[in-house]
């Protein structure tokens, strides 16, 4: 047996930020070299971000990335940190005659083995993921390669993400070349469950491979995707060994025992289980095992559901506030919950002080939307203003007659337009408050109450809403939200008395049926055959099917679920398909 | 040899309308029958019409494809047009174990043979495109066979779409097969000069395939997708036989002298020649040759370059509104040319009394400006109201502070809201008006001129704008759009003195530049190697990249180019990357 110390570089890249995370790429080698790692693992395409979607269409960003790859090879030795291998995810690509089909200029999704200040082995994605979020078949070409180095005795083959995910392939071939190391950078986005999926899955995989499994994922927001890190380590056995925190960058170190490798070194062709055959690379960087004190392995707590679902909520908008360059945010506060969720999270993210909150009173809002809001303002601290909107709106009415409907929209676009204009006026972020019922529904006015740049409760169902808000109010004394917030009757005073349940079933009843149709995708007979109510199945169909134009209008916002109306659920507009 | 003739239905289905698809399925099986045909042949996806996207991935959309299918093979049995082969496509299941990666419930981009009240073969589409709009990946598993049916004597196989778009699979399987007649339903979008191309390769298909091509396209808009029809028949040498009229539904019916075919029924295994193998299936309906007395082929005239790219704009609006269930469309006329075109556009699409146009001078309107919009609306008679905005701009202006660039925006914002209002009240559509050189550069304001539910023109260049309307002019007498409104320098009017040349270069620099640089995708050391001027290259890449943010916000609008800035051309959000 042999030992090595690993390090899995939990970080947050940029994308498109070829430069800054270069230099985040040494400054965290450095720091893994001070705790005496003897292997450093970032993430998938840390050197250009994921996803970047269809930059790596063009042969600029992808000259750019090779020879930043080749450049940070060259910055580490000259740095002193020569002697640690760093693997790395990054944009090759793969050479092959142009054909239709192909993606322009054969991307690969790489990585590569950096020793000595030169790039020793380059690897890529085998399997391609282009289901939910992922597009990959659009912008790679497979890897066919299992790139395998021979670390102080010990082979350490590596894989990338979806290698693990699917059938065959990587895995299996590391098993067949008798790896003693699976190190997986990763950028596996989050949603809710998903970390024990994950572990699962890990844990099978190292089994399958008969080795140990360093896994090693991205953490931060980028637009709508949000990576949770939870980073772990696996035995050969499937028991976990080590695991880092959630929503948080982390260097997290392990002391392995690991068996000695005894293969040559060379190019041997393996059948990889899947339909293909990959070609397994073994070089020797240095062959004497090592044996050092052991530390105990870091195994961080998990945090419980709803902390993971706000801290989620969070991260996605400090980085997306912070990636474009934003240094504040600005939202209407109306009283209700979901502005009063809305701007705790953004509270919570960029601080209070950086929180502009407008409230925009009409003739129909009550008196306690105000204090309710006025309260929430006091509590947390946040920047606020008053801006009642009746002089507008008369002004407008009295160019064209308006009744309704059309009417009530009115007041929600002079809300978004006043937003707009202060984000304009101050380079203020807005913040869209509105939740995933209303949002399935269709419930808001377009470019009123769904305008502005980020939507962080976008994917929330209107129950979970209140969920995270009684939540949060356990997390800090005074409790953040006004109870009073969370305990009303929800309304958008757009008119006399109005109610959301004038328009929707309770929210129970409705995001029930949602997660079943949307998440689910369940078919009107599946819906009824699943206790839901025959009429109810057919309106919110209708209400939900309709509503796409309005949804594609939507800004991004956080992705919990399997399904947050974005790039994982993608519909025409034009569509006639109606069930029941 | 033997005679057939054959029908190609080049036909506009709606997408998720399997009844009303259904009825055109009759209703053109039953022209081609009037017509004495031997066989029609319905495009790709006809009965559930094309892209469905993710409706695809419910089973219950799936079911009732397949259900739909054998209904309407019974359907033309009862109506006595069963003795008539019908090729038609449609969605189908290829019943495979679910696994990681592949599309929920193994769905196919099938297509089918109805006779005499029976589905006689299924076949599927072997090569999935997944660039540019396509996404198939995401959809569909492959096909792996070739229907073969001998009708009158003729062995007639059946390939779909990309089939003959990318290299082996159905094509060189057709010609092991020994087929006389290779029909192809398909849903081939359309772009500039994409009709040159599209004969050139069913030419060198057909010789490949050493027969008979008939080419079946589908007609119409389907969100941002205008398919194009150009349906066309080309000989065993690569000749042009017949070819059918552009963004026109038309039955095009052709008489063809054809080989026999000998070989015997039953399967038999090919090796596709790209890595798979595929299984030939052999069926008879009818073995005895025809002879009747030919009739000479159609060949429809080619639409020149303006004439082919302004009927491809009326059709997408036409069936914008009309497959979403509007009567009418609303916009805003401003004098310039733009707004000129957009709505001229619109009233060749639906007709002039079904085109409201508002209106609506501010403070920094030109006297012009009004006179040649007052202009536009008697020449067209479309229907108008001015809507001035001043007071409610002042109103505003009482509640906010707004300066610069703040202040612009809020003007095009009262407009956009005036806009919406009406479109809430009345039920119009709101047509967008801005070009694709602002959209480029995010020479637009979000909420502003850039709200709506359509944009005709966001794929059309400025320079184009100008061709194009000066195109249209020589088109009817009087010519539709006022000279003033195509000859002066163009100008938002949100300050005074405002021109467009303020903030963006002339637009002749300017759009070849934006030629190159998003539908070609040259990096800045390309382009300043194409001849562009260095800092202009820095000055527009930076107002491109930065702008997709409101990109995404824009409604969809017809695609006439390789990138309309739709499915086309995906960038992330927070994205750093910045050449030179």
Redesign the interface.
């Known amino acids: 047996m042999a030992q090595l110390r690993i390090a899995l570089a939990q970080t947050n890249p940029?994308?498109?930020?070829?430069a800054?995370n270069a230099d985040l790429l040494i400054s965290w080698t450095r720091r893994a070299a001070d705790r005496g790692a003897h292997l450093v693992v970032f993430t998938e395409m840390f050197l250009t971000g994921y996803?970047?979607?269809?930059?790596v269409?063009?042969?600029?960003?992808v000259?750019a990335s090779i020879a930043g790859l080749e450049a940070a090879a060259a910055r580490l030795a000259a740095e002193g940190l020569g002697d640690l291998p760093v693997v790395v995810g990054y944009v090759d690509r793969a050479g092959l005659t142009p054909?239709?089909?192909q993606?322009?200029g054969a991307p690969l999704d790489a990585a590569a083995v950096l020793h000595q200040g030169r790039v020793v082995l380059r690897t890529a994605k085998h399997?391609l993921?282009?289901?939910g979020v992922f597009?990959e078949?659009?912008y790679f070409v497979r890897g066919d390669r299992l790139p395998v180095f021979r670390l102080h005795g010990v082979d350490v083959a590596v894989a990338i993400c979806?290698d693990l995910?699917?059938?065959g392939g990587p895995v299996s071939v590391a098993r067949a070349a008798g790896a003693g190391l699976l190190v997986v950078p990763n950028a596996s986005p989050y949603e809710m469950d998903k970390d024990d999926v994950r572990f699962a899955l890990c844990a099978r995989r190292a089994r399958e491979a008969g080795c140990v499994l360093a896994y090693a994922n991205q953490v931060g927001?980028?637009?709508e995707l949000i990576f949770d890190g939870d980073s772990l380590v696996v035995s050969a056995d499937g028991e976990l060994i080590a695991r880092a925190g959630q929503f948080t960058e982390e260097l997290l170190v392990t002391d392995l025992e690991l068996p000695e490798g005894s293969g040559e070194p060379g190019e041997f062709p393996v059948d990889a289980g899947d339909g293909t055959a990959m070609t397994v690379e073994r070089v020797v960087l240095s062959a004497e095992p090592l044996t050092f004190p052991a530390e105990p392995p870091v195994v961080a707590e998990r945090l419980d559901d709803l902390a993971e679902v706000y801290r989620a909520l969070v991260l996605g908008v400090r980085?997306?506030v912070a990636?474009?360059g934003f240094r504040s945010v600005i939202l209407g506060l109306s009283g209700g919950i979901d502005s009063a969720l809305t701007a705790t999270i953004a509270a919570d993210a960029i601080g209070p002080e950086r929180v502009h909150v407008v409230l925009m009173p009409s003739r129909y809002s009550s008196d306690h939307s105000i204090e309710d809001a006025e309260e929430l303002v006091r509590r947390q601290g946040l920047v606020s203003r008053v801006?009642?909107?009746a002089?507008?709106v008369?002004?407008?009415e009295?160019?064209?007659?308006?009744?309704g409907?059309?009417a009530e929209?009115?007041q929600a676009?002079?809300r978004?337009?006043?937003l707009?204009?202060?984000s304009?006026?101050h380079g203020h972020l807005v913040l869209t408050t509105g939740n995933k019922s209303e949002l399935a529904t269709g419930y808001s006015t377009?470019?009123g109450d769904s305008?502005g740049?980020f939507a962080p409760i976008k994917d929330v169902p209107k129950s979970l809403v209140w969920e995270l808000s009684r939540w949060r109010n356990t997390q800090s004394t005074p409790p953040p939200i006004p109870e009073n917030s969370i305990t009303k009757e929800p309304s958008a005073e757009l008119r006399p008395g109005q109610r959301d349940t004038d328009s929707l079933p309770p929210y129970e009843v409705l995001d029930r049926l949602l997660d079943d149709y949307v998440e689910r995708?369940?078919?009107?007979?599946?819906l009824i055959a699943a206790g839901h109510d025959p009429d109810l199945v057919t309106r919110v169909i209708r209400l939900v099917d309709t509503a796409e134009?309005k949804r594609r209008?939507y800004?991004?916002g956080p992705k919990i679920s399997p399904k947050n109306f974005g790039r994982d659920?993608?519909?025409?507009?034009?569509?006639?398909?109606?069930?029941g």
Chains 1, 2 share one sequence.
Do not use: C
């Not at 940029?14 to 070829?18: E, H, I, R, S, Y």
């Not at 269409?57 to 960003?61: E, G, I, P």
């Open positions: 940029v994308v498109g930020d070829l800054g996803p970047v979607e269809d930059l269409l063009r042969s600029s960003f000259e054909r239709v089909g993606p322009k399997h993921p282009n289901y597009d078949y659009r979806e995910w699917q059938e927001g980028q637009d980085d997306y990636k474009n801006a009642p909107i002089d507008v008369n002004a407008f009295k160019e064209i007659e308006l009744t409907l059309a929209n009115l676009r002079v978004g337009m006043l707009m204009s202060l304009n006026q377009l470019y305008a740049g995708d369940l078919g009107r007979e599946e134009y209008q800004p991004p659920r993608r519909l025409p507009i034009t569509n006639r398909w109606r069930e």
